[in-house]
């Protein structure tokens, strides 16, 4: 287990990230007795993959597995790099979600030159398709909204298997892939090209979310038999939106789920702390920092105002709503240490519910924190607008009605499902 995740002064990203403290709850001062340095600012869109490549290489993104006995250390690590930069903890999350999947799978542990993604759950697999030939596996046609695709080295991909012809019981079901995407086979479509990746937004610029093609590129199958012989297993995963991809049944493929709603959890606190900060009471009783002030962390207050009686209840419901999220996390992860090969069936219902109630949560936040400053500091701030700008699109990205859509699935499927 590692003890800390300090990032280095050169990338300028000046936070310290301690996995051995509590899941934070923004009120307490930044950078004094846990450690912490102040949160400053985001890295510059075109510093984020410098940023990620140095984190892989330093190993501190060796998190702990999850349902390993310290699944909340991990998601406390994603959840502390999301408060600095939503978009670097994006990579990070699919990086060491891609990790922890291999790992359970029998395969390598990826090595610190590897940058790896996961494109397979939050956006379809487009046409997407793994042949079985003589030479092995591969996977041809093209897959949009690829975060990372500039940066990667290596990506676990869904794609649709074909076996031209061949006796194979996965024909037509949907398998896990590993892909190197150095190959000469893999190409990154001009952003725009096809009139799917060309964004307006300056939102998750630096995650270079770009749509990729795939003309033949060699593939290995994750997992036994690459996880596509079946639709349902024994894991009580039943319902779900793509029956034939089974590898969703695999207890680790839900464990690594919540890994995203950590990160949403952070990238609230992250926007939360710029209220809190505007709203801190300073020695002499006087509410809210105004234009020009300094806060505890030497950082200069922008709101321009002070925080009155409805920023107030906007600032304590944001504190109450933090709360409930953190608590989430925290019986998710125990539950999940309690249950690694979920016997119990619960895997998948658990993470539909923390994704469901983080997201509510996080959105909550977004609404609330821009009620109560108003918009000076989405003007003014360029680290506060990021990261409002950053969560707001992570948080679309995922499609979190359909994961309502299958959580009623699963409850209706319950034999008990009443059990509240």
Request: aromatic content about 4%; some cysteine.
């Amino acid at each position: 287990m590692i003890t800390s995740l300090p990032i280095a002064a050169s990338l300028d990203i000046p936070l310290a990230m301690p996995v051995d403290v509590p899941l934070d709850v923004p009120g307490r001062p930044i950078g004094t007795a846990t450690g912490r340095t102040p949160m400053g600012r985001p890295c510059p869109p075109a510093r984020v993959g410098g940023a990620f490549t140095a984190l892989i290489a330093s190993g501190r993104l060796d998190l702990p597995l999850p349902a390993a006995g310290a699944t909340a250390a991990r998601w406390r690590a994603l959840a502390d790099l999301a408060a600095f930069d939503v978009t670097l903890a994006r990579l990070a999350q699919a990086h060491t979600s891609a990790a922890a999947i291999l790992i359970d799978s029998a395969g390598p542990a990826p090595e610190h030159d590897q940058r790896w993604g996961l494109w397979a759950t939050e956006e379809p697999i487009g046409s997407l398709v793994a042949r079985r030939g003589r030479g092995g596996w591969t996977v041809h046609g093209v897959r949009s909204s690829c975060p990372g695709a500039r940066v990667l080295t290596h990506a676990l991909v869904a794609a649709r298997v074909i076996t031209d012809g061949g006796e194979d019981t996965r024909e037509g079901t949907i398998g896990l892939f590993a892909v190197r995407l150095n190959e000469r086979n893999v190409a990154v479509a001009t952003a725009g090209s096809d009139g799917s990746d060309g964004s307006a937004s300056q939102a998750m610029t630096g995650a270079d979310t770009a749509t990729v093609l795939f003309d033949g590129a060699p593939a290995i199958p994750v997992g036994e038999s690459g996880w596509s012989t079946g639709s349902t297993g024994s894991t009580g995963s039943t319902g779900g939106s793509d029956p034939d991809a089974a590898y969703l049944d695999q207890p680790i493929f839900w464990h690594t789920k919540v890994d995203i709603a950590a990160c949403w959890f952070g990238g609230a606190t992250g926007v939360a702390r710029t209220l809190f900060a505007a709203g801190h009471t300073d020695h002499e009783g006087e509410a809210g920092h105004l234009a020009g002030r300094t806060d505890r962390t030497g950082r200069t207050g922008r709101t321009g105002r002070r925080l009155d009686i409805h920023a107030l209840e906007h600032l304590g419901r944001v504190d109450a709503v933090l709360m409930a999220m953190r608590c989430v996390l925290e019986t998710a992860a125990r539950d999940m240490d309690a249950d690694p090969d979920d016997v119990g069936g619960s895997a998948r219902r658990r993470a539909l519910r923390v994704r469901a109630n983080i997201e509510a949560g996080a959105t909550e936040v977004l609404d609330r924190v821009g009620r109560a400053l108003g918009p000076g500091p989405l003007c003014a701030d360029r680290g506060y607008a990021r990261r409002v700008a950053d969560l707001s699109a992570y948080l679309r990205q995922n499609r979190v009605e359909r994961d309502l859509t299958d959580l009623a699935a699963v409850v209706l499927a319950d034999l008990d499902p009443l059990w509240w």
